[in-house]
């Protein structure tokens, strides 16, 4: 087991390395994902991975949401009408069909699953059943309850019965979006969500055995303070949910419709967003919460923080996972599979998505082969964004590599980032300081060679 470390806080080096960059769910990015790249080339990745024998990971995207919170950027349909799922279900069934025959799916293992949006309990308790009936027709799912099946509920739209529902189809982990208990704020975004009500779902997933339970939070929201965001906090440490996630919005109305409700003037400066942040991380860390990295924080005894202790964790397009053996295939408008040193987006339409599914084919639109160098830099961004160190000399075992020479114009640039105080270095040896976690993605980016200027100021968010 490592020893624990959490974090430190210096404000110079946060304004000296808070640029734009990438979040790291993949190396490389979903930028470099091309055209070239479509159903032929998701075909034969998938015969590598039936030759791998690699277990699976599923995810579904569910497009719908009731109504439409201005925050989200998010790609989905805002209706109160449940039967206008009907027609896109039926495509994620035939297209659950396709892939499962693709990947040899009755002999090999589900071992993680997770419906995202949109918001998936938008669908009626009928459609979670087909869908879950479909899924466990084509798939082999897991049934000993030692899997990981997740789902994103909104709070709003989620009762008793419903947690009883999502039980017995065997979700055993649940996250829930609160973002903010602030009456001002709630309707500053469209979001009115009592603390009561959030509560009661809580309540429901303990008396009924869910394994873990998430909250998310967003810091920057219009009208938040230090001292209103506090409260929220509070609040939710109260509740002790096993995970919280803290994003940062992003301000983006080029590119989200619904931002363009959101006043400009009354968004948090951004001095103010980093005393919110910096009072948050302090607080839930005080609480007993570990630093996990990004965003996420767990509980010490919660399977993200002990994979941590132990160099297992792993990252990949739903975040920060266990499961680094699977393979990921993803199902539904937009959504992102991962098979066999190849990554695949579906089309992003529901026009689009629909049609390709109703001519036969797959839905893929764009992706990418990696190569032997995209494969070295991935395992090293993962280890830097995880566990916050690099050994340069396993990765010249593994990859039969002299770490020294290969990496050497990037060993040379983090000379600056150990001089400032980012990181520690001896030799090849990396490790990212208390200081600099909070900014471990401009020590990733140094690894990344596909970033340019243009890059970052178009296509990526702020560190922090």
């Known amino acids: 087991m490592k020893t624990r470390t959490q974090i430190q806080w210096d404000h110079d080096l946060i304004q000296r390395y808070n640029i734009s960059g990438p979040r790291y769910t993949s190396y490389p990015t979903a930028v470099q994902f091309t055209d070239q790249f479509g159903e032929t080339e998701y075909r ?4 590598r991975s039936i030759d791998a024998n690699s277990p699976l990971s599923l995810y579904f995207h569910i497009p719908f949401c009731d109504t439409i919170c201005f925050y989200c950027g998010c790609n989905k ?12 279900l039926e495509r994620v069934y035939k297209e659950i069909e396709m892939q499962a025959a693709l990947a040899n799916a009755e002999n090999r293992q589900v071992k993680q699953l997770h419906w995202g949006g949109g918001t998936p309990t938008f669908l009626s308790h009928k459609q979670m059943r087909d869908l879950m ?5 084509a798939f082999n799912l897991q049934d000993n309850d030692e899997g990981d099946f997740s789902i994103e509920i909104d709070p709003r739209e989620a009762t008793g019965d419903t947690m009883e529902l999502l ?11 609160v973002q903010d208990f602030n009456p001002a704020v709630q309707k500053a975004v469209n979001r009115i969500q009592s603390e009561e009500m959030t509560q009661e ?3 429901h997933s303990r008396r009924l055995g869910f394994r873990s339970l998430n909250i998310d939070l967003i810091y920057g929201l219009p009208l938040q303070s230090v001292d209103t965001f506090s409260e929220t906090l509070e609040t939710i440490i109260r509740m002790s949910p096993d995970r919280i996630s803290v994003f940062n919005y992003a301000h983006l109305p080029e590119r989200f419709k619904p931002q363009r409700r959101i006043k400009n003037e009354e968004i948090p400066a951004p001095d103010v967003k980093l005393k919110i942040l910096e009072h948050t991380i302090n607080r839930l860390i005080e609480a007993g919460y570990v630093y996990i990295g990004m965003d996420h924080f767990a509980k010490a005894d919660d399977s993200l923080s002990i994979a941590q202790q132990e160099g297992k964790l792993h990252r990949n397009f739903q975040g920060y996972t266990t499961h680094s053996d699977c393979d990921l295939i993803a199902m539904g408008v937009s959504s992102i599979s991962q098979l066999a040193n190849t990554y695949s987006q579906n089309a992003y339409t529901i026009n689009e998505y629909e049609s390709a599914i109703d001519g036969g084919q797959l839905a893929v639109i764009k992706g990418l082969k990696l190569t032997d160098d995209d494969i070295l830099r991935r395992s090293v961004i993962n280890q830097i964004i995880c566990h916050f160190e690099l050994d340069g000399d396993h990765f010249s075992r593994d990859f039969n590599i002299d770490f020294d020479s290969y990496f050497k ?6 000379q600056q980032h150990h001089a400032d105080g980012l990181i520690e270095l001896s030799g090849n040896k990396l490790k990212v300081t ?12 140094v690894f990344d060679k596909y970033l340019d200027k243009k890059a970052l100021t178009q296509s990526y968010s702020r560190i922090i």
């Open 409 to 414: 114009e990037e060993l040379k640039f983090l």
């Open 201 to 203: 779902i809580l309540d």
């Open 167 to 177: 039980r017995e189809l065997g979700f055993n982990r649940v996250s829930l979006g």
């Open 77 to 88: 349909i805002a209706t109160k009408d449940t039967a206008k799922a009907e027609p896109y």
């Open 44 to 47: 034969a990745a998938a015969q």
């Open 434 to 445: 208390p200081a600099g976690r909070l900014l471990v993605r401009a020590v990733c980016m």
């Open 133 to 137: 009936a479909k899924t466990r027709q």
